[in-house]
């Protein structure tokens, strides 16, 4: 995972275990605009991660805006092994 996470597992013990991303579109308002180097109203994703540890306790959340015209989403489907 890296960054922040690193940071707590070794400074304080706290091992992130998963993480779950959501993305969403959206429009970027004024200050998102100027910070991106895009108009208002631009499209753009917004993407929103938790972070837990093992025993699903909620240690980080990330927020993030992504300009639309420089996003790329990849999926990696794999077969389960059945058991």
Same mark, same amino acid.
């Given at each position: 995972? +890296?960054?922040?996470?690193? /940071? %707590?597992?070794? &400074? =304080? +013990?706290?091992?992130?275990? &998963? ?6 579109? $959206? #429009? ?7 910070? #991106? +180097? ?6 753009? #994703? /917004? %993407?929103?991660?938790? $972070? =837990?540890? /093992?025993? @699903?306790?909620?240690?980080? %959340?990330? &927020?993030?805006?992504?300009? +639309? @015209?420089?996003?790329? %989403?990849?999926?990696?489907? #794999? ?5």
């Amino acid at each position: 995972m +890296g960054g922040c996470q690193d /940071l %707590l597992s070794q &400074k =304080y +013990g706290v091992e992130p275990i &998963k993480a779950q991303e959501f993305f969403e579109p $959206t #429009l970027v308002d004024q200050y998102e605009a100027m910070v #991106l +180097g895009v108009k208002q109203g631009s499209p753009a #994703l /917004l %993407l929103e991660r938790i $972070t =837990y540890t /093992l025993n @699903d306790r909620p240690i980080e %959340l990330c &927020k993030g805006v992504i300009r +639309g @015209d420089r996003c790329r %989403l990849s999926v990696e489907l #794999l077969k389960r092994e059945q058991s």
